[in-house]
């Protein structure tokens, strides 16, 4: 579906095919910038969204590294309440259909300083549609930043109420700068992301959502279902999900799942539940200090299962987590941890303001938004697996006390229903978003296909060949597969 409302870059092109290098660059950079003010400004230098002043956007240097590419990039910012948003539109070379919002995943990450995804190899969406970025309220390079450099990585046990100092630092740092950690939520983003909507002239758009991307999605479907074409759910976040009930039985089903391949293949002989469940007993009564680089880090039964579920979720985790897990049973923690480490190392390599993660924004979403739908009940204590995920979870009431964030709107919380078309991707190697949170959400849209693969670990439309066609497919065409399966 083509949005007459959009601008027509078709004259420019020539000039990406004939020019090259800074003069190129510099030359596109002035053009852009003056056809997007004419474009999008007009006569208009602001616009009210509900009772939301919203002002035109501004005309930046796209942040992070130059990305090469034939196609016109241009970077803004648009000011929200209470708020400066990152945008990056992607123009694609001849767009006849509604253009596609990418919802990040977090919460707390970005989507602008990460465009080299969708450029380099370019996205087959962009053959048809342009394609929008945006850094969400807190996080990527919108304003204010919630990132917090206080809060260093030293290893698993920062998480411990104990090593909250840092926590409480970067809060007082905010608050005391003017900016409140809990005006970042669900609600808020979505209606930001209605505002770019507006003020860059989009009638109807695409959504396609990633992992916690998805639960903006879903509430934008809530807010603004007229203005949206279709919906493309990749690893989907129910809103009335309760995790700590979800999560340990989600955990143990993926790792079962593995278990059924590997056991097949014959990479795991003795399984892999059974000897996860001996190593997290071992380290429930003896946490063993690992050496990773130049860190000490104490490894707990918490902190082992956590980092193998970070692991099992990463396109490679399969066959290093079962590694892993094989090492770790027979009391070779370290090299266990070694497999792991490259997966987990980049927990706390930065945190300057841009970086992939906004602790504050991360702590924000998860304690305003999601923590008042949890009943931290324990699920089955008798499973050390469900008593390391358990541990977890009186973690995060330690944090989210220390930051003091009050509970968001809970109308946020409750299920969406829409005839929008949608599809829903999931993997049943997914630790972190549980293949049947599909048919939660699901159960309440009118037009909708759950896709279900048992190779899928988490966001397989970011690295997997079928997943990713099939989310273009879908977008371009409305097509889905049938029955439930990937077919591809």
Not at 42 to 49: I, K, L, N, R, T
Not at 331 to 356: F, H, K, M
Not at 384 to 398: D, K, Q, T
Not at 407 to 415: E, G, H, K, M
Request: aromatic share 4%; net charge negative; proline share 9%.
């Amino acid at each position: 579906m083509s949005d007459p409302r959009r601008p027509d870059w078709s004259y420019l092109r020539p000039m990406v095919s004939t020019l090259s290098g800074p003069a190129a660059a510099s030359l596109l950079g002035v053009i852009t910038a003056v056809l997007l003010t004419l474009s999008l400004v007009g006569c208009a230098p602001e616009e009210s969204v509900g009772d939301r002043p919203v002002t035109a956007p501004t005309n930046i240097d796209c942040p992070g590294e130059p990305v090469p590419t034939e196609l016109t990039v241009t970077c803004h910012r648009i000011e929200v309440d209470g708020a400066s948003l990152a945008v990056a539109v992607l123009h694609g070379p001849d767009p006849d259909r509604a253009p596609v919002l990418f919802l990040h995943g977090g919460p707390g990450g970005r989507a602008v300083a990460d465009r080299d995804r969708w450029l380099a190899p370019r996205s087959e969406l962009l053959a048809n549609h342009d394609v929008v970025l945006v850094d969400q309220r807190g996080g990527g390079n919108s304003t204010p930043s919630l990132d917090c450099p206080e809060m260093e990585y030293r290893g698993p046990e920062d998480n411990a109420p104990e090593g909250l100092a840092e926590d409480r630092a970067c809060r007082n740092r905010l608050v005391s700068a003017g900016f409140e950690p809990s005006t970042v939520t669900v609600g808020r983003i979505a209606a930001d992301l209605v505002a770019v909507r507006r003020v860059l002239a989009i009638d109807r758009w695409h959504l396609y959502g990633v992992s916690y991307g998805t639960r903006i999605a879903l509430e934008l479907l809530r807010i603004d279902d007229a203005a949206i074409v279709s919906l493309a759910l990749d690893s989907v976040v129910p809103p009335d999900a309760d995790e700590t009930a979800d999560l340990p039985d989600g955990i143990v089903a993926a790792l079962a799942k593995l278990e059924d391949r590997c056991t097949d293949d014959g990479s795991c002989p003795v399984g892999v539940l059974e000897p996860l469940r001996r190593t997290l007993d071992r380290l429930a009564r003896d946490p063993t200090v690992v050496q990773i680089d130049a860190r000490s880090l104490t490894f707990d039964d918490t902190a082992f299962l956590a980092a193998s579920v970070r692991t099992l979720s990463r396109p490679g985790g399969p066959v290093a987590l079962t590694e892993a897990i094989a090492l770790a049973d027979t009391g070779r923690l370290a090299e266990a941890v070694d497999r792991l480490a490259p997966v987990d190392a980049s927990a706390g390599t930065s945190r300057s303001a841009g970086d992939a993660l906004s602790e504050g924004a991360w702590v924000a979403v998860t304690c305003g938004d999601q923590r008042p739908g949890m009943a931290f009940k324990p699920t089955d204590l008798d499973d050390p697996v469900h008593r390391a995920e358990h541990g977890r979870w009186s973690e995060l009431r330690a944090r989210c006390a220390a930051w003091k964030i009050p509970s968001s709107d809970p109308a946020t919380r409750t299920p969406v229903r829409s005839a929008v078309p949608t599809l829903i991707l999931a993997g049943e190697l997914d630790p972190i978003t549980p293949a049947r949170w599909a048919e939660t959400v699901a159960r309440w849209l009118d037009d909708v296909e759950v896709v279900v693969s048992p190779r899928w670990t988490h966001a397989p439309s970011t690295w997997n060949p079928c997943a990713t066609h099939l989310v273009t497919q879908f977008l371009d065409t409305g097509d889905r597969p049938t029955g439930g399966s990937a077919n591809c």
